[in-house]
């Protein structure tokens, strides 16, 4: 049983990711979780970040920091993908090791496994071929990452231990379509053309490709299933098992938000990788499994979005 008194500092805090593990920290009694915005603490600060570690000295570091964006921010902005989330990263994992902190928990995206690799993805097909180009920068500095974890816990045997989301959605999203995921961005044009008069809305892409969606309250339970086990391996994939068309996800978005009007399929977008489901048995054979049904989810989030429009993100580059 892990200490609930325990500091734990969960990088990120104020993101989707993060807030949603806060959530679940706060629902199970974790009493002193700390966080910083990144107007606090600039995490690609190396200096900044060994003086917080210093002051602070968390035991357990939940990295949910990183410069995150969909297709069209990656491959707008290459070198601020790759070089933020390195460093980032490199400078809180080192800061982790140096100040003996019992675990680390790294999170990455289904992104790191090759473009072709077969389908469901296991965690062994890491580094076996190459990688989607669009987003091939961020997808390295997060494979430097869990690779990064691997060897100190090789080296030094130490409790680092990454998980790879697939794609994620839920409360505190970014809904800025150019820099946002698939999921959100869809709920931001079918809402925008529900109530511009049911306009019609066009979509990236053929609508083939096949993609799995997890709610991020599912995901927050998942590392916190990690922080209190000992994970066995350096590397979890976290997903439902379960994928769709992108066009099939329409079809439920357009159905939850009351759109009425059509859908045009822009081909001129690129679709990305083909196909991205993870396979999950690893996780769920140590116990953990999702809870939220996507339809269900999609429909919470859609109310969430209704209920803070005047306030939703919309990340900026
Ligand atoms: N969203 C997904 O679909 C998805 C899927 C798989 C994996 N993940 C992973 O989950 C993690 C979090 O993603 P998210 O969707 O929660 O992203 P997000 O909502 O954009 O949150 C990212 C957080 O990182 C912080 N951050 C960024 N640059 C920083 C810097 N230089 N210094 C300090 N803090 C900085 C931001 O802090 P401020 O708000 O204070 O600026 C923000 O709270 C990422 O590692 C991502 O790879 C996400």
Redesign the pocket.
Known sequence: MINKNIKIYV?????????AICRSLKANRYLHVIG????E????NQQQVNDFFKDEKPQIII??????GGILANNNYPYLFLM?NL??QNNLINAAHENNAEKFIF????CIYPKLAPQPLKEEYLLTASLEPTNEW?AIA?ITGVKACEAIRKQYNKDFVSL??????GP???FDLQTS?VLPAMMRKFHDAKINNNADVTLWGSGTPMREFLH?DD?AKAVLFALQNKLPNYLYNVGTGVDLTIRELAEIMQKVTGHKGSITWDATKPDGTPRKLMDNSAMKNLGWEHEVNLQQGIEQTYQWFLNHVDQI?E?KI
């Open positions: 990088a990120g805090h104020n993101g989707m990711v993060g807030s910083k915005s990144s107007k603490l600039d995490l690609r990295d949910a920091a990183a410069r995150v933020d460093l980032i999170l990455g995206s289904s961020y997060k790879m989301p697939t794609n994620l959605y505190f999203d970014n995921h991020v995901l993100k990340v």
